[in-house]
């Protein structure tokens, strides 16, 4: 799965990519990564455990160009419907179900980013997030609260990307997002 300039370093067994909907085939995946059930690697994310273990929740999302990392004990945790914008850089931090880290936005080491919260694109998140939060800023700043129906649809577009990932991984035929007006 992995282009012909990069070779997966024999340190480490290879990354189990069975359960993943799809690893674009120039995404960077290496070390200790577990992949659940539905997630998908999008092109040129870099998904690098070499340090410290990265676990990726099922029907979680990783877009184009992403970048997750951790620390010696601090591990990198997304838990399941999470979608992680093009860009965003999640290093040794932990994101709750049903969350979005926004495009470019960065995350920085031992934040919690609490359930079904909203990461705006380009925010500085240094400090632990509440439960439902829409975050804007540099650094991150609480807006408001999230509704229930925007967590809900949190969790469809996290659906919609499991579709469309088994279009690119050449098993499915509906993008998912035919139709979608949000």
Same mark, same amino acid.
């Given at each position: 799965m992995?282009?012909?300039?990069?070779?997966?370093?024999t340190?480490?067994?290879?990354?189990?990519?069975?359960?993943a909907a799809f690893v674009a085939p120039n995404a960077?995946?290496?070390?200790?990564?577990?992949?659940?059930?539905?997630?998908?690697?999008?092109?040129?994310?870099?998904i690098r455990g070499d340090v410290e273990r990265i676990d990726i929740g099922a029907y979680t999302n990783i877009q184009d160009g992403a970048v997750l990392h951790g620390d010696p004990g601090k591990?990198?945790? *997304?838990?399941?419907? $999470?979608?992680?914008?093009h860009r965003a850089v999640v290093h040794a931090a932990h994101v709750e179900r049903a969350s979005l880290i926004g495009i470019g936005a960065v995350i920085l080491d031992g934040v919690r980013i609490g359930e079904g919260s909203i990461i705006g694109a380009g925010c500085i998140v240094t400090k632990?997030?509440?439960?439902?939060? *829409?975050?804007?800023? $540099?650094?991150?700043?609480?807006?408001?609260?999230?509704?229930?129906?925007e967590v809900e649809d949190l969790i469809a577009h996290a659906l919609r990307y499991e579709k469309l990932a088994l279009v690119h991984a050449g098993v499915g035929t509906d993008t998912g997002f035919t139709g979608v007006t949000d």
């Open positions: 992995q282009d012909k300039f990069f070779q997966q370093p340190f480490w067994p290879p990354v189990d990519l069975k359960r960077v995946v290496v070390g200790q990564v577990s992949l659940e059930r539905g997630s998908s690697v999008w092109y040129h994310a870099v591990i990198t945790k *997304l838990e399941e419907y $999470v979608t992680i914008g632990d997030v509440p439960p439902r939060s *829409l975050m804007v800023g $540099v650094p991150a700043r609480r807006v408001r609260e999230v509704s229930p129906q």
